[in-house]
């Protein structure tokens, strides 16, 4: 199971680092992937990184957020800098085992406001 923590309210500008930490035993992970879903609108990818560190960024993002895993310690980690409005949902962590089992993490909602 993922988990997703670190949310919060944040002014505009500010940052926020979310974590995602998996329970119930051990698995090979392959591709981990934060998406969000902000009220009234679909969930959308928003960073990506391989089992190799290879990451990939939804436009909207980049230069801003900065993905990253440690296999040994939480999955995977999102670092959220110059927040927007914009950026306000809730987000979610993704896993993708070696053997093709997905698996979603429970949200953290992320508030962007003055």
Do not use: H
């Not at 199971?1 to 979310?18: D, H, I, M």
């Not at 927007?84 to 949200?107: L, N, R």
């Amino acid at each position: 199971q993922l988990q997703a923590s670190g949310g919060g309210l944040v002014q505009p500008g500010g940052s926020l680092r979310l974590s995602c930490s998996a329970s119930g035993g051990s698995v090979m992970i392959n591709v981990m992937a934060w998406y969000r879903q902000a009220p009234g609108k679909q969930r959308e990818l928003v960073a990506i990184i391989s089992d190799r560190g290879s990451t990939t960024y939804a436009e909207s993002v980049k230069g801003r957020f900065t993905i990253s895993r440690d296999n040994a310690k939480n999955p995977v980690d999102l670092q959220m800098n110059s927040l927007k409005p914009e950026d306000t949902a809730v987000y979610y962590c993704y896993a993708i085992t070696t053997k093709g089992t997905t698996y979603w993490g429970k949200g953290t909602l992320v508030t962007v406001s003055s």
